[in-house]
């Protein structure tokens, strides 16, 4: 299973990201966390410590692999270059373990304007390509903020987009948004997750106003979650009300996908 957690800035989704991969691990499944927000920040939702963390570099700024499995040449541009890297040994030899939890940090390719084609980003393409098409594991993609980043290549390959939005009407504009994109980019299976609810009535108006979008549950505004991230540490061995709510998302989401199959 392949699932990808999007949505606009600050909304909660590596909170949910890092929640589900706990939980799917805790239940057995093979987890494989992939940090694909340049401002990455997972480890911390997963319960990996900075220090731990330190000696991790993002793929995207490891030159000399680039070049190795690329062929190219660090700091050279222009030159020819493998389009099909190896990389199915990447995930084994790049990742970070913690509570069965594989964390990998993708990092981000600076490209100049016009969608030049790099080493780096051919790189990232590849492995993410072998994770979602070649992979048994359980995948959960912590995307960007922002829904236009999704590709098409990453939108097709997912069983599911989860897309976490905040009460407000804000977000009866973003399922908007949702839906609009989901059909652009073919996506079947596309999922809100309610972060932040403060009253059942909130979660109400906003369940309302989504109009046939399939909704999985809700998280419950809690400062334990705020308070184990200032700490950097993760919400899922903080409090046992949000474990509860990502195990309810979770349960919901793969009665959709057993339903949809
Ligand atoms: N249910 C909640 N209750 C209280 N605080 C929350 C809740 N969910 C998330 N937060 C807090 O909101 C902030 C943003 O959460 P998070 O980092 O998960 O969002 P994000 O969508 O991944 O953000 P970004 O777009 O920056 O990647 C964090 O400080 C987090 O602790
Ligand atoms: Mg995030």
Redesign the pocket.
Same mark, same amino acid.
């Given at each position: 299973m392949k699932i990808a957690v999007t =949505?606009k =800035? =600050?909304? =909660? &989704?590596?909170?949910l990201a890092g929640g589900l991969a706990r939980l799917l691990a805790d239940e057995g499944m093979n987890v494989i966390a992939v940090d694909a *927000?340049p *401002?990455a $920040?997972l480890a911390s939702?997963l319960g990996i410590s900075a220090e731990e963390m330190a000696d991790v570099a993002p793929i995207a700024d490891m030159k000399e692999l680039v070049a190795e499995r690329t062929g190219s040449k660090p700091g050279t541009f222009g030159t020819y270059f493998k389009m099909n890297p190896k990389v199915d040994d990447l995930p084994e030899a790049l990742s970070k373990v913690h509570d069965g939890v594989r964390l990998l940090v993708m990092g981000t390719v600076k490209e100049g304007g016009g969608g030049c084609v790099c080493p780096e980003s051919v790189m990232l393409k590849a492995l993410l390509q072998h994770l979602l098409f070649a992979r048994d594991d359980v995948v959960i993609l912590?995307m960007e903020?922002g829904l236009e980043h999704l590709g098409r290549g990453t939108a097709g390959a997912v069983d599911a987009m989860i897309v976490?939005i905040e009460p407000g009407m804000r977000s009866v504009q973003t399922a908007n948004t949702i839906r609009k994109l989901a059909s652009d980019l073919k996506v079947q299976r596309i999922y809100v997750v309610l $972060? &932040?609810v403060q009253s059942p009535e909130e979660e109400a108006i906003v369940k309302d106003k989504l109009d046939g979008l399939p909704y999985l549950g809700s998280?419950?505004? $809690?400062?334990n979650?705020?308070r184990s991230?200032l700490e950097g540490t993760s919400p899922y061995d903080a409090d046992p009300a949000f474990v509860d709510e990502v195990r309810a998302i979770k349960e919901a989401l793969f009665q959709e996908l057993e339903r949809d199959s």
């Open positions: =949505g =800035g =600050g909304v =909660g &989704k590596t909170t *927000d *401002d $920040n939702s912590d903020a976490v $972060n &932040k998280i419950t505004y $809690n400062h979650i705020r991230d």
